[in-house]
């Protein structure tokens, strides 16, 4: 083991307790306003693995020499940063959540319930399901804002609020494995294990599907007596023009074309271009768009890419010595403290791995993907979108871990059994 390595490891650590603490950071940038700027810049927990990812280049930098820092930085793969910025920001679009916001009233109005009810319930189990067709970190980006105004404000009880986000967690991580393109930690292994769409809705969708429709029912049915009906438009709101179907279907076909080339950075990026050019044209028919949040977003996951390319060393052996159904649960585990993309790479270089223990690393890395903000690389953009609506306005890693705890063994009991 080199000394750079243990260096790696040990700046990883430190970047998940800073993760944890990052709570504690906010509210001392409350406590102590003279020094506020220094305490919520450290308690935002987008910015730690990239202010963690700065640290392991400056000590490479210090114990290789410049040429090795610059040679590491530039030897990883940024694309599902990139990607998950682009299609952020074009998701959170207003027309395209318009579109979806009156889909969903329509599909509401349906029910033999309360609107609010079934459109919290739709929010929590089938936009986290469409994932499998528009990518995780676009349902995860419609859901947040969907269900912002309805669950994550002033009002509701905080311990409601978290497991309501532990579920749309868990659902989202879930819910891309329908087919084979959508879900991070499928798409490192489906081309090396030569899985198909018809492959994961056989052997994982409709577990998974099971598996969402439970927890979103669950944890609807406690929220419904601090449910209230949607509340008006403000005047503000209301007085904006209403997107004509044209730039609609533009923009849907903006984030249809984002998605369809995920894997090709260089194409998305000039997609987003024209995009934002598109958008300056037509600026009446807009919100703002979210581009702090989505840089935010690509900043943490960036910095998980270049702190996790360090973690190798020691976490494929413990994938490569397990048998099956240890290896569900050491990955179920492992995902918490690493992105599950990242465990689910490591297990497609193992030669000669069986068919159960293929299946038993994706189940686990998956069931675990809402267990912390760093499990799933969707999650970031959940708690960048959501945040303002809990107390401190920041997201506690402990808050977050219980209220996920009963939606991941529903989606575990699924996977097994």
């Known amino acids: 083991m080199q000394t750079i390595q243990l260096v790696g490891a040990i700046l990883f650590g430190l970047a998940l307790l800073h993760t944890f603490a990052a709570k504690s950071f906010e509210i001392l940038s409350h406590r102590h306003p003279r020094h506020a700027g220094l305490f919520h810049l450290l308690g935002e927990v987008e910015v730690v693995f990239g202010f963690w990812a700065f640290i392991l280049i400056a000590a490479i930098a210090l ?33 395209v959540l318009d ?61 409601l609020k978290y497991g309501a986000l532990g579920v749309l967690f868990v659902n989202v991580s879930i819910g891309g494995t329908l087919t084979a393109y959508a879900a991070p930690p499928v798409l490192m292994v489906a081309g090396t294990w030569q899985w198909d769409s018809a492959f994961m809705i056989t052997h994982f969708g409709w577990k998974a599907a099971i598996a969402v429709l439970i927890n979103a029912t669950t944890v609807t049915f406690m929220l419904r007596k601090h449910l209230r009906t949607p509340a008006a438009p403000s005047a503000e709101a209301a007085a904006a023009p209403a997107v004509p179907l044209a730039v609609t279907a533009i923009h849907l076909a903006f984030l249809a074309a984002v998605v369809l080339l995920g894997h090709h950075p260089v194409l998305f990026l000039g997609i987003f271009m024209l995009f934002l050019g598109f958008t300056q044209a037509y600026q009446r028919y807009q919100n703002p768009l979210i581009i702090k949040e989505g840089l935010l977003v690509g900043f943490f996951l960036a910095g998980l890419v270049v702190l996790g390319g360090m973690q190798q060393w020691w976490l494929q052996p413990i994938v490569e010595s397990l048998p099956p159904t240890a ?91």
């Open 63 to 95: 114990l290789s020499g410049g040429e090795a820092a610059v040679h590491y930085a530039e030897s990883r793969q940024y694309t599902e940063p990139l990607f998950v910025f682009t299609v952020m920001v074009v998701a959170a679009s207003r027309p």
């Open 99 to 159: 579109i979806m916001e009156r889909l969903l009233l329509v599909l509401a109005k349906l029910l033999p319930m309360r609107v609010e009810l079934a459109l919290v319930w739709f929010g929590l189990a089938l936009v986290p399901l469409t994932g499998s067709l528009i990518t995780e970190p676009a349902a995860m980006t419609l859901a947040a804002l969907m269900l912002a105004p309805l669950v994550f404000r002033d009002g509701m009880p905080e311990w």
């Open 327 to 417: 290896l569900f649960f050491s990955a179920l585990g492992l995902t918490a403290i690493t992105d599950n993309a990242a465990l689910t790479y490591l297990g497609s270089l193992i030669q000669g791995i069986s068919a159960q223990s293929q299946y038993m690393l994706v189940a686990g890395a998956v069931a675990g993907g809402g267990l912390t903000v760093i499990a799933n690389a969707p999650n970031p953009a959940g708690v960048s979108l959501l945040r303002r609506g809990f107390q401190d306005e920041s997201i506690g890693a402990i808050g977050l871990l219980a209220g996920a705890l009963a939606p991941t063994i529903v989606a575990a009991l699924a996977f097994l059994l």
